[in-house]
Nanobody, 123 residues
Framework: VQLQASGGGLVQPGGSLRLSCAASGISVGNYNMRWFRQAQGKERVFVAGIRWTSTISYADSVKGRFTISRDRAKNAVYLQMNSLKSEDTAVYYC??????????????????WGAGTQVTVSS
């Protein structure tokens, strides 16, 4: 199984980026797909997720600014990030799991991880 995250980069505050996560070895339609991020010196935290049922959830810190989506035909998941802030600076990781609805979305509970892509928001 491989999850390949891409699309990171340097962007000014208020700008936008679109992250992609290309999956192989699993079908994104059969797994819950998540985005996490880890800022330097901090723990990895949940950002957004789309369950295999298509239920979507977001961390409070990104609601209204980030949008997660899935393309079953391309076997990929995306994270559209708008109105970026300096505090969004982090390495972003995609992950896959088969947690049941209501289960805690913990780092330890993920079955598969991608390598991560750096997002830097700075003027």
């Amino acid at each position: 199984v491989q999850l390949q995250a891409s699309g990171g980069g340097l962007v000014q505050p208020g700008g936008s980026l679109r992250l992609s996560c290309a999956a192989s070895g699993i079908s994104v339609g059969n797994y819950n797909m998540r985005w996490f991020r880890q800022a330097q010196g901090k723990e990895r935290v949940f950002v957004a997720g789309i369950r295999w049922t298509s239920t979507i959830s977001y961390a409070d810190s990104v609601k209204g600014r980030f949008t997660i989506s899935r393309d079953r035909a391309k076997n990929a998941v995306y994270l559209q990030m708008n109105s970026l802030k300096s505090e969004d600076t982090a390495v972003y990781y995609c992950a896959a799991d088969r947690l049941i609805s209501g289960a805690a979305i913990d780092v330890e509970a993920m079955n598969y991880w991608g390598a991560g892509t750096q997002v830097t928001v700075s003027s």
